[in-house]
């Protein structure tokens, strides 16, 4: 594949592409793993110019002092700070987990065995 050439203008560099090839849409082709007759390269090779031609326009927008980013809309994390300790559990109060203990929930339990509940095997 050839290497894009440059050209000065008065914004700076301009990258001059190459031309679309044959070699380069049969090769496309092989990485997609396409098998195109002779008319779906042709048309690959149009789209393909269309393509390229388009980035080269968006290129030529002037961007300094633009912020990238990385998301269309902004985005904001809405979970809340993960911090240890009873006071950050919104749910259940100190007196709720008096009243919800290991005892009272593993009464009502089937089956137990040291503290947890006792399923059957599920795994041979």
Do not use: C, W
Request: a negative charge; charged letters at 35%.
């Amino acid at each position: 594949m050839a290497d894009m050439t440059e050209k000065t203008s008065k914004a700076g560099p301009i990258h001059v592409r190459p031309a679309i090839s044959d070699e380069m849409i049969e090769y496309v082709g092989i990485l997609a793993k396409l098998e195109l007759s002779g008319a779906e390269k042709e048309e690959a090779k149009k789209d393909m110019e269309r393509m390229l031609a388009y980035i080269d326009k968006l290129n030529e927008l002037d961007t300094e002092g633009v912020e990238p980013m990385t998301h269309r809309f902004p985005l904001t994390n809405v979970f809340r700070e993960d911090i240890p300790g009873e006071e950050s559990l919104p749910y259940p109060s100190s007196a709720e987990r008096e009243l919800i203990n290991r005892e009272s929930i593993l009464n009502n339990a089937p089956e137990q065995k040291n503290g947890a509940f006792k399923v059957p095997k599920t795994v041979e």
